[in-house]
């Protein structure tokens, strides 16, 4: 059989418009792809969220390497921005547009592409899981997380698993994760007293308790930093009230920051923070501050050992670059997996996710595949 080519499938993932939750035809074509190569595949749907199960091997084998990646792909914007269709996968000079064309329908390809060519021309002993959600850029509720229930349930394991997301800020081979900083937002939202700007002193303007809180929560620092990650950051991402009238002081006023995370810091520890904070605002101003917390993922790492290095040694033979091992950017399904068993995250470049005219460089599909195929030798060595 000749070997998948990355570049084909890339192209016809993007091809299927798989916006979340859409499923786009995305899974299908994966399902029918794998099939036809001897793995086992399950439709994992949960809610309005599809997902894919592929193995190839015995289940449960005590040596068993998972990729897990994702098909959905964030709205286009503004589709008179694009010079060329989101959905289209042209190339133009070695280049290939649309939407899903770095996060992460190539990185997809490049996997299921490596996988499938592996298991045909050295069929290891052990086993290759690929777990594929259409639910990572939505709320990621009954996404991946549906997929490790499924597998507690039929007693599927995966020994190890790389996640392919974009992970190079500049050029291949730049830049392993092996972990990521936690992430949640906090809403507040500040009652007082409606009263006219003329006399202060019979309202209880909320405003001004909004701006100490802010204020204490945005100038604080929260560390240093630690071994593995950069310091948490505090962010200020809003603060509405919504009065047009300048001669009327408002009864309520709303914001709400968002913090990234490290692992010097819990969820819970800084929901205990934050409420502290509202509660001495709320005591000093004489104010009613309702709090709302959604945490979205906590810190984690993968301390380097032997799969950081099984990948690095991989990407330094391909790309002659020696990949640095970082913990930087946002959230990733990487922190649902890490319960499951230990996870490091390689893919392309992505400097273009989620822009308008995403693209990826043809030459880096292929790369990626061959990245992934050398992992999986090295793996069943």
């Known amino acids: 059989m000749s070997a998948i080519d990355p570049v084909e499938l890339t192209a016809e993932l993007i091809r299927c418009p798989s916006v979340t939750p859409e499923e786009g035809g995305a899974l299908v074509l994966l399902e029918r792809v794998l099939s036809e190569a001897g793995f ?29 990646g994702h098909t959905d792909v964030v709205p286009v914007g503004d589709a008179a921005a694009w010079t060329r269709d989101p959905f289209g996968a042209e190339v133009i000079d070695g280049v290939m547009y649309g939407r899903g064309a770095t996060d992460m329908k190539s990185g997809v390809a490049a996997f299921a592409a490596a996988a499938i060519d592996f298991v045909r021309t050295t069929p290891p002993e052990g086993a290759v899981v690929l777990t594929i959600t259409g639910d990572e850029e939505g709320d990621a509720v009954d ?16 020994s190890v698993c790389l996640v392919g997301e974009p992970t190079c800020p500049n050029h291949m081979g730049e830049m392993i994760k092996i972990g990521r900083r936690g992430s949640m937002t906090a809403w507040f939202t500040v009652t007082g007293k409606q009263g006219h700007s003329a006399y ?12 100490r809180l802010m204020d204490r929560l945005g100038s604080h620092q929260l560390d240093e930093g630690s071994e593995h990650f950069d310091a ?62 959604k945490i979205s993922g906590e810190s984690f790492i993968t301390p380097p050992g032997d799969l950081s290095a099984l990948v690095s040694k991989a990407v330094q033979t391909e790309t002659n670059q020696v990949p640095e091992l970082s913990t930087t950017g946002g959230t990733s399904d990487a922190r649902f997996i890490k319960a499951h ?21 043809v030459a880096q599909i292929h790369q990626l595949k061959s990245i992934y195929t050398r992992i999986l030798q090295d793996y069943f060595a």
């Open 232 to 293: 948490s950051t505090l962010a200020i991402v809003t603060i509405d009230t919504g009065n047009p009238a300048t001669n009327v002081i408002p009864a309520q006023t709303r914001a709400a920051v968002n913090i990234r995370f490290n692992e010097l810091h819990s969820g819970a520890s800084l929901t205990e923070w934050l409420q502290g904070e509202a509660d001495k605002v709320a005591e000093e101003f004489g104010l009613k501050v309702a709090m709302e917390v």
């Open 40 to 68: 086992a595949c399950t439709r994992v749907d949960r809610g309005e969220v599809s997902n894919l199960f592929a193995r190839w091997g015995d289940k449960g084998h005590a040596k068993t390497f998972g990729f897990n």
């Open 200 to 211: 202060p002193h019979r309202a209880n303007n909320p405003l001004n308790g909004m701006a």
């Open 143 to 158: 996404g991946t997380t549906a997929l490790l229930d499924y597998m507690e349930r039929e007693g599927e394991q995966m």
């Open 341 to 361: 068993c230990p996870v490091v995250e390689f893919g392309l470049v992505g400097k273009t996710m989620h822009q308008v005219d995403e693209c990826v460089e």
